[in-house]
């Protein structure tokens, strides 16, 4: 049943005097498909944070910095040794207290289940009394507090279902009632909400693949919000009685991994960094859906884009530096040649977002500067790993808990699982490993900081820019708002009028 | 005896070019006409043109064809129809493709009925068994309950003459009814079409190339080339003192059990487009003469109800060497 | 006596399997001397095309012999056939069907001429050509017709140019089957005669297929009738028609309509 | 018996005759420049249909831009362009090789039967047992997108509608009385298969063959729209219709042409085919 | 008729193995390793080992024919595997979509009877009148009209522009209109020409001349004769259709956010989701082979000549 038969039953209903109340009800289109809500497993809290029906012990503000949520408090003790205090008034939907106990029981759930909280498997947990609870790592981890901000840290009643990919019980304020894996999720507000009253009676999230039926969902009224929208589609909402717009930057960057061992010459590697219009991609291509980026991280971080030294547009430059490294174009055909060969070179992606769009734009733009671009589109990100490519690009959030430090360990450290191009630097290697022991935030931001702008001069790497979020929802739709994180969208304000 | 069909100075042809010129000719009641002539020479789009079947692309351009006393020219669509099968009845060349093979015969009848008269089914198969019975074929019930395709062809145009005859009409048009059926079959079917004269009083126009046919059967013999009826007259007549030129080369190409090979008209006729003025035979004809190319069609008397176009002087001809040579 | 041009020995033939086995030749036998006219009746179906077919090796015989001069050509293959068909040739009941639709006649004369008669290479276009010509001629067609489509001819027309080509390597044996009964009466009598003619001219023997008894009877020397298959009756042609033997011949004697002029 | 020597025909035969040829040789002619353009192409194009211009996103049709721009700021009109060489050569080529590889071992296994008959009849038949673009999808889907794969797709049935035809007629024609009749004018086995019944067969071959050319076309399309055909950036009808599909609304013009281009181009390709079947069909055409 | 419906039941037997071995043989030689793509898809951290572990799992360390036996005889017995992407059985899924594309094939089947018949014949027995050249005219525009390209239309016009109809069709009646009428166009175009083609030829038939010359009214002819008749090839041309319906399914479900079965295999091919690839083909193929069966069979029990001889 469409979300409009239901708000026009309702309004009947009251119309002939029988129910005052009228039920409060909205629908939520988004193309993410929702596999299961078990928040634990895979990226799957993602969801349930986003839909209001779990919650973790800190969240991250606009900024990106944890705060306390379901904790009232953290106390880092030593390296090693954490201290965690929960509000005291917290239920589950089910009625249940959350206990320090419980809390220890999720942790070392997760870390089980999910390799990225592989450190929560590892640690020692001692419960202090029912609202205080000792976490004792065995290696120096930084950014615990950031890890605890992660969806798949969620809080969820584990006693309570038998089936939590289905309906599990979590502390926000809805609870799913009806859930079909990869199309919809039915909600309900959570009575016992712990930090006032819902505002929705009823939500319906509805899974819409296709980024167009979503935009001609909204306009013909059959959903209220419209989750991510891309950019052109925006143009289509200005009217400001009827839409409002919330659109964010977020730290999902648009990059590029030269591949070294194929890529070998500095010279060509710069010139296309060179070549590449990061301002003109962001926004005229992708109409100011997307930041330019110089960094991996935006500038709104304190280790962002603005403390970096990168590198100008500059195509007239790049097509120069080309013919000094000696590629000139012989044939005529309009792209260069060194000892015979034309310069060509392999680019490959995979659908996400608008990687197609600007991978053509970068053939366009490199065909100017006399190099062919070969692209290839790939379904997953299988093709990375392979490492037959030039230039791979891929779509990644460099910083999902606000800490720098797992995505530049994984990607630019010497043969790390997503060191797709083979960058291998000894100093850069060095500093990724005391960064990983640094708790100093000074330190550590001046750490990413080196460890950027060394990988940068190496032209081992390039960022296009930062994916903006955007939502839209009908002008009546109050409380919603995006956020950096892409989750934590519903929240116990969200109404409809 | 009362006139059943005339046709009166009647020309018939598809789109421009007029195939059948000038015809006239009557059927009385209980007559059997035969139409005899070679391949070509317009005999079907003469039967059609009688019957005016839509859908044929037959246009008939000249005369007038009465049909007791009603002119069928000009009747409408609904007077034809209500016309074929009560009063007017045909028989085709092909036995099998005349009927619908998808559905049984007794369909097939009871639709031709009842598009006539009201008539209850039991009541028809009752009538169909016996007239089927009249053309020999005993097995009537299961004949009615077969499909076209399980009947021999011999069968099939015993149904295809018992359709025709279903709503007894005054008059059959045949057009080469036994062409499709080996000679001894044919030979069945010639008596039963002579026994439905017998029994019913039928008028029969039996169009055939078949001289042997025509010889059994006919009271009265047309002969036909290229569009024209050239020869009109009793059967006797005809076959023994036959004067125009084709008539008489026709009868030389019957095979005999006599042993004596037959002999061919020479030449090939004339194809429609090609005609021109003056007697379109002329050109393979023994006797012709310079005249012939410009003499109009007239036809002559030759007894009381038999006449010709042409009457050759015998002897004249240049030709005759040629004529006896292979006598 | 000189030997018979074509004998056939016990001949069998059947189509099909097990419910649907029809027997379509059934134990027949005959022999043909040269410049012999055989007639060949029967009513529709009772195998007098199989027969033909059988004889020029366009089907197998499953039994039986057929000696065409002397040499038992039941079982050959390949190029003996072509050795074969030097001196035997065929006419068909459909004569427009029996041209290729999309090739001229006089190709298909010149087809039969280059595989058969002689070596195309040693021969020049204009002799190839005045041999068609003078094919069409002897059938009393003229010269343009080499250049027509066979959809362009008339029937008659048509087989006197299936003769044309069937007499382009003078055979010793011609079969007709059924070759004018596609015909009206005066182009069938046209046929019949140029047979006649080519026969007497050409000392060929022919084999007539026919289901016209009174058509057979004018022209064959001996005839031989069929039934289901099986040969009921054959003689010398006097012999059969005024005293025919078998009931099946009888009826289809009386079956004959005769067109009684009596003059 | 009665057609065989329709001569005389008449006026209004004579008009829907000619009426016949005329659009036959119209249709031609039209389908020659199709392809003509489509070979072309590259040479006709106002502007390179590869070069973007991020400032001119999404303009509407103009006269620079006859068919406006896309939203890399590209002319539509050159994409079409090059679009039809993409569509019209890639179905054409499948059309010509499944023609050529279907019609052969129709040929020959409708003449000699037996086991190569068999066997490739029952390859057939498990090819055609999956349902139209089905196969397609899979093949696209499991080995990847690609034009080449497309077409792979496409072609893996494509053969057997010519090979069923071809061997059907040829199992008629073996019995025609003229191909007894050229056995025994002495004809081989090959000369029979390729003198004689080859060329009364291909003109339904023919037919089938042009009018499988829009549905080619249209699977092409199809594929490219569903991601499993050309890649970025190749100018492709189906895929720019694709493409546009997030316009419709802002810029139609960037579907809406190559969608209408693609439509005409197939109405014309049919219409060559009926036209072509009319013209070829003796019962209609009968002095060819 | 009996004999004739086991019979070819017994010839689908092989012709069915050549379908899945075909298919199979296809993720066989499909680019990339089954065993690290289930992997990739679950989000398991992906080491040598694992994959090795998995590959073992799988079977992939079995020759082909192994792997493929083993893999047949699951498929048998109801057991499709799993689906990488969320590990549901392969069976389940498309159970659960089987009801929502048998709806929209019916429905597109039932419009474009409803819609072709009338019409088809209407052009027929107007041969070359006015009306004719217009259904001729409208049904080249139908059939050469991607079907995907038409969907788009169909949605901008009568969901977003008039409002008349959901933009979501997500399984429910009102949502079945566009789906429907975006299939049956292209389908009705095709149609409305093969049944004028078939009802002309059977119009010029000798038995349609001949029951005129009988009087029989032109109703029944037309109702009773012709139209049974042409009937028997209505239905090969059925039989015929369903492969390219259940193909266009594919585009226009996924357009329409239908969510049959031709939308669960599109999402499963994003997803390299090879189980459900492979589930989806051999049931599409044997649905389509037994809807030729089933109209091989009533083209039989139509046509008296075929089965009593
Ligand atoms: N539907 C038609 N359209 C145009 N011409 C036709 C048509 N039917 C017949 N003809 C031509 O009209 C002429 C006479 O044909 P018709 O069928 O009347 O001859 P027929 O005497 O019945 O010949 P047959 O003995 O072969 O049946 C022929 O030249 C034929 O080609
Ligand atoms: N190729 C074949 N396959 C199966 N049955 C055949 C074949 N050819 C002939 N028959 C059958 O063999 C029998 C004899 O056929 P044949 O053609 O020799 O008869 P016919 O005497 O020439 O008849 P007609 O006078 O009709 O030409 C018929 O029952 C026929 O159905
Ligand atoms: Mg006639
Ligand atoms: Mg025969």
Redesign the pocket.
Known sequence: MGANEVEEIATKVSHEGEVLVEEKSLTFGTTNAVASLDPHIDWQGWFSVRYGVTETLFKLDESLVPEPWLAESYENLDELTWKVTLKDNIRFSNGEPVTAHKVVENMKHFGEENYRAAVFSTANYRVEDDVTLIIETEEPHATLINDLCDPYASIIDLDATEDRSMNPVGTGPYVPVAFVANESIDLEKNTNYWNGTPQLDKAYIKTIPDMDTLVMALQSGEIDIAHNITADAVDLFQDTSQYTISQVGTSRAYMLYYNLDTLKDEAVRKAISMAIDKEGISTYLLNNSATPAIGAFPDTMPYGGQQLDGIAYNPEAARKLLEEAGYEDMSGDGIVEKDGEPLSIDLVLYRRLAQEDIATEMQAALKKIGIDVKVTVFDNTEYLKAGEFDIGMYCIVTTSTGDAAAFLNATMRTDMDNNFGNYSNAKVDALLEQLLREFDSEKRTALVIEIQQLALEDYAYDFIGFNNMTMIMKENVKGFKSHPTDYYQFNVDSTIQ | MEDLLQVKNLSVG??GVD?VKDISFTIKKGEILGIV??????????LKAILQLTG???ITRKGCILFGKTDITSCSKEELRQLRGTRLGVIF?NPGASLNPLRKIKHQFVEAMQSHKKIHKKEAYKKIVGLLECLNLQDGERILNSYPFQLSGGMNQRVAIALAMVMEPELILA??PTSALDVTVQAQVVEEILKLRQVFGTSIMM?T?NMGVVAKIADKIGV?YA?RIVEYGEKKEILRNPTHPYTKTLLQAIPKMDGKVPKGVRGEPL??KDMHRGCSFSTRCDYSQDTCQKKEYSITSVKKNHWTSCIPLSGVSSHESTYSRSS | MSQPILEVHNIKKTFGKGKYKITAVDDVSFQIMPGEVLGLVGESGSGKSTIAKLITHLQKVDEGNIFFDGKDISNIKGKACLEVYKEMQMVFQDPVGSFNPRMKIGEAIKETLCHLCYNPKAMSKAHMKEAIVSLLKQVGLKSEYANKYPHQLSGGECQRAAIARAIAVHPKLLICDEATSAL?VSAQAQIIELLMELEKSLDMAILFISHDLALVSCICDRICVLYKGQEVESGETKGIIEAPKHPYTKKLLSSVLQVDIGE | ???V????M?EK?KRSLNFVKLRFYLLMVITIILIFISIVAPYMVPNDPYATDIRGRNLPPSQEFLFGTDSHGRCVFSRVLIGARTSISAALMLVIITFVIGTTIGIVCGYYGGWIDNLFMRIADILLAFPDIILGIAVAGIIGGGLFNAMLALGLTGWTQYARVARSNVLTMKEDTFIQAARLSGNSDLRLLFRHILPNIIGVLVVIATLQIGTMMMGIAGLSFLGLGVQVPQAEWGSMVNSGRSYLQIAPWISLFPGLVMMVTIIIFNLFGDALRDFLDPRINNSS | MFQYIIKRLLQLIPIMLGVTLLTFGLMYLAPGDPASMKLSAQGVPISQDIIEQTRIEMGLDNPFVLQYLTWLRNFLSGDMGKSYADHLPVAEKLMRALPKTIMLSISSMMVTLLVSIPIGILAAVKHNKASDYLIRCMTFIGVAMPNFFLSLLLIYFFALKLNWLPVLAEGSLKGLILPTVALSIAMSSRYIRQVRAVVLEELNKEYVVGARARGVKERIILYKNVLYNTMVTIITLIGLSIGSLLGGTVIVETIFIWPGLGKLVMDAIGARDYPVIQGFVVWMTFIYVMVNLIVDISYRLLDPRTYSS
């Open positions: 598809y789109g195939i002539g070679e391949s070509g020479c317009g005999k079907s789009t003469l044929t692309d037959v060349q057009d080469e169009i190339h036909m569009g194809s429609f | 009206d | 018996m009665d057609e020597k329709i001569l005389p008449e035969k």
